[in-house]
């Protein structure tokens, strides 16, 4: 029995060694026919540190527009650059860049100027400032998606994201 638990231990070491040898980065795939600044894939390897950031709403940018309008906030291009801005520097308190993430979830509300509509292209305009550029080439996966409302009133996008990093040897 003695035999049989150290050949187990002997074989997870070996897997666990291996698996540190092979997957010590994170490893992000793009499609090349894509000029999004999206991953299509994203694998982060066991032991990395791994960060949730809650959903962030825009700040305000028009202080004269009424309040609760989006006016007040801006289109989706204003809102969405407001809320990359500030997770900036809520990664920067956490340890991270932006090149540092993994995952990001948009919910965006339609424009009443275009419709009901989700301005897509807007929302592109932003976040090709941030991902996939040559400052910062880093390109996370994305899953958007149109929604009714926010909590905000005036506000068209809610970013939340996912950071990772491996321990540096």
Do not use: H, W
């Not at 994203?42 to 004269?64: E, K």
């Not at 989706?76 to 991270?96: D, N, V």
């Amino acid at each position: 029995m003695q035999a049989l638990a150290k050949c187990a231990v002997g074989a997870a070491s070996l897997l666990l060694l291996s698996s540190l040898a092979l997957g010590d980065e994170i490893k992000r795939s793009s499609n090349p026919n894509s000029t999004l600044p999206l991953a299509t894939a994203v694998t982060v390897p066991a032991g990395a540190t791994i960060t949730f950031f809650s959903g962030t709403l825009a700040d305000v940018a028009n202080p004269d527009a009424p309040k609760g309008t989006v006016e007040a906030y801006g289109d989706t291009r204003t809102q969405a650059t407001s809320i990359l801005r500030k997770f900036e520097k809520l990664l920067a308190a956490e340890g991270y860049s932006m090149a540092d993430v993994v995952k990001v979830n948009v919910f965006l509300v339609g424009d009443p100027k275009l419709d009901g509509k989700m301005d897509f292209a807007g929302l592109n305009a932003a976040y090709g400032q941030f991902f996939g550029t040559a400052a910062q080439p880093n390109k996370p996966v994305r899953t958007t998606l149109q929604i009714v409302a926010l909590p905000m009133p005036g506000g068209l996008v809610e970013i939340e994201l996912t950071a990772a990093r491996v321990a540096q040897k």
